[in-house]
C-alpha cells in the first residue's frame, strides 16, 4: 500500500526547517574533468565519490529523502562511448556501495524507464532495492533514464490500464501512479554547475520546490556546499499562493 503525501497544489503541506526531501542535479562533471585536463569520465567517476559523501551528510542533517539525476532520457544523445562508461560506472558503483548502503539504514530506489538497460544492470538495481527495503534511515532514488515528460506520461498509460473504461484523471488519481509516489514532494531543488534549468528532471513533483542553483561542479560539491543550500531554504518563505500576512497568523 502506498503511503499517501499531501500534495502542494491540493493541500498546504506541512514544511520544517530541514527539507525532508532534496534533488539534485548532480551537473558538471565533464567541466571539472575539462580544467584538469583528464577525461570527462574522470569527472563522473569523481562525480560518484561525491555521492558517497553527500549521502551521509544528509543522514546527518536529518533529511529523509535525497533524489539524485544521474542519467536523463536525453543523456543517449551523448557520445557512444560516454554512455557506455556512465553505464559501467552505475554498475561499479552498485556492486561497490550497496552493502555500505544498507549497514547505513539508507531504502534504494531506481526510477525511470529501465527497460533499456541491459539485464546485468537491471538485475542489480532489483537486488539493491530489494536488499535495502526494509530501511527507514534515508530514501535515496537514483533517476537513471529518467525524465519528468516520460514520468507523467507512464503514469497516465498505468492509470488508463486500471480504468479500462476511459475517463480523464484528476490530480489526485494520477499522483499515486507516478515514479516516486512513495515520496513527498521534494522541498529544496540542487543544481550544480551553474546551469539555471530544469533539464526534464522531476516536472510535475518540483510544482513548489524551492530552487538552488550554484556555480560548484558536482565533484566538487560537499557536506559545507549542502550545508549552504539548506541555510538559503530556511530563509526562504513558503506561501504556497498564499500571501505573508496569512503565514504570519497561522
Ligand atoms: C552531469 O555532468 C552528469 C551527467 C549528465 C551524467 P555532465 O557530464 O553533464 O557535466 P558537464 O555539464 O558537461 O560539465
Ligand atoms: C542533466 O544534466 C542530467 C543529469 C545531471 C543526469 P545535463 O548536463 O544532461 O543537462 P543539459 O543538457 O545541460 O540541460
Ligand atoms: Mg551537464
Redesign the pocket.
Known amino acids: 500500500m502506498i503511503k499517501r503525501f499531501f500534495s502542494s497544489t491540493l493541500d498546504v503541506p506541512a514544511i520544517s526547517a530541514v527539507p525532508r526531501h532534496i534533488a539534485i542535479?548532480?551537473?558538471?562533471n565533464?567541466r571539472w574533468a575539462k580544467k584538469r585536463l583528464l577525461p570527462r569520465v574522470a569527472g563522473h567517476a569523481q562525480g560518484v565519490e561525491r555521492v558517497r559523501d553527500i549521502v551521509e551528510a544528509c543522514i546527518h542533517q536529518g533529511v529523509e529523502y535525497l533524489t539524485l539525476?544521474?542519467?536523463?532520457s536525453?543523456?543517449w544523445r551523448?557520445p557512444q562511448d560516454e554512455v557506455s562508461r556512465l553505464m559501467e560506472l552505475f554498475v561499479h558503483a552498485l556492486e561497490r556501495e550497496v552493502g555500505k548502503l544498507h549497514r547505513n539504514g539508507v531504502r534504494l530506489k531506481v526510477v525511470g524507464d529501465l527497460s533499456r538497460f541491459d539485464t546485468h544492470l537491471r538485475d542489480l538495481i532489483e537486488r539493491g532495492e530489494k536488499r535495502t527495503h526494509g530501511n527507514a534511515r534515508l530514501t535515496l532514488t537514483v533517476?537513471a533514464n529518467?525524465g519528468g515528460r516520460w514520468d507523467i506520461l507512464n503514469a497516465f498509460k498505468h492509470w488508463l490500464a486500471d480504468h479500462p473504461d476511459g475517463g480523464v484523471p484528476d490530480e489526485e488519481a494520477l499522483a499515486p501512479y507516478l515514479s516516486m509516489a512513495y515520496a513527498p514532494e521534494p522541498d529544496l531543488f540542487i543544481r550544480t554547475?551553474g546551469?539555471q534549468?530544469v533539464?526534464?528532471?522531476l516536472l510535475w513533483q518540483l510544482a513548489y520546490a524551492e530552487l538552488y542553483f550554484t556555480e560548484v561542479l558536482?565533484p566538487d560539491f560537499d557536506g559545507k556546499q549542502l550545508e549552504a543550500a539548506i541555510q538559503s531554504y530556511q530563509r526562504r518563505e513558503r506561501r504556497f499562493g498564499r500571501t505573508s500576512e496569512q503565514l504570519d497568523k497561522r
Open positions: 542535479i548532480m551537473d558538471g565533464g539525476f544521474a542519467f536523463s536525453e543523456n551523448r533517476c529518467y554547475g546551469e534549468r533539464s526534464n528532471f558536482w
